[in-house]
């Protein structure tokens, strides 16, 4: 059974910090590896997507993966009230197509 | 900006009959997909569907379930007989290719009584 693990908090943290939200996925040979936004009652929203080991950065978000310990990452830099949200990292394993396998989601707070 | 569009915002039934849920993809995108999340649970993968057929399906998307994609721009998915284990949020969601990611609709709430 490929799984996708995140804490699901809720990570808490004020306001301009660093929030740090991480992600492990069982399925070794996975190719691609995505960040969604979930506000409460509303669809999943792309934020970006990596493949290559290593960090990728998109205006105040980084997302870092390191496939040999099957780990990927989303740092947020100046954490604003509007990025309280759950974050769903969602995995796309060898073999399956376009297929996602989300995990749990982490709840992130920020607060004022 | 594109958006896939799903219809209805939300659906209740009663147990036993028969829901078709409808969504119509972002028009360029080739690759369809439906997800359901059970409230307060993971998104999980139902089936994918490309070129016209299904590529991948979960074991949740059984007999009772089924996908079509009737014209040039509608993608549904039907529920013959609901059960109340059904009651959930369904997303479709369509993208251009791999491995870019895909983009969700606003979700159809199906809630079986």
């Known amino acids: 059974q490929k799984e996708v693990e995140q804490n699901s908090g809720p990570l808490s943290v004020p306001e301009g910090a660093i929030a740090s939200l991480n992600c492990t996925y069982s399925?070794?040979?996975?190719?691609?590896f995505f960040w969604y936004r979930q506000y409460s009652g509303k669809s999943p929203e792309l934020i970006m997507f990596i493949y290559s080991n290593g960090d990728k950065e998109d205006g105040r978000f980084t997302a870092q993966l390191n496939k040999a310990s099957q780990y990927v990452s989303l740092l947020i830099r100046d954490s604003q009230p509007s990025d309280s949200a759950t974050y769903l990292c969602?995995?796309?394993?060898?073999?399956?197509?376009?297929?996602?396998?989300f995990g749990q989601g982490t709840e992130l707070s920020v607060k004022p | 900006e594109p958006e896939v569009t799903q219809t209805p915002s939300h659906q209740v039934t009663q147990m036993g009959q028969e829901v078709i849920l409808r969504c119509v993809p972002i028009?360029?995108?080739?690759?369809f997909y439906w997800y359901r999340q059970i409230l307060g649970q993971k998104v999980e993968f139902l089936v994918s569907f490309y070129n016209n057929e299904i590529s991948e399906k979960s074991e949740i998307f059984d007999d009772q379930f089924s996908v079509e994609r009737p014209d040039g721009s509608n993608f549904t998915l039907k529920i013959r007989s609901t059960k109340l284990e059904d009651s959930a949020m369904y997303f479709c969601?369509?993208?251009?290719?791999?491995?870019?990611?895909?983009?969700f609709g606003s979700g159809t709430r199906l809630t079986v009584v």
């Open positions: 969602a995995v796309n394993p060898a073999n399956q197509g376009g297929k996602l396998i």
């Open positions: 028009s360029n995108h080739l690759y």
């Open positions: 969601a369509s993208s251009v290719g791999q491995p870019y990611g895909y983009t």
């Open positions: 399925d070794r040979g996975s190719q691609s």
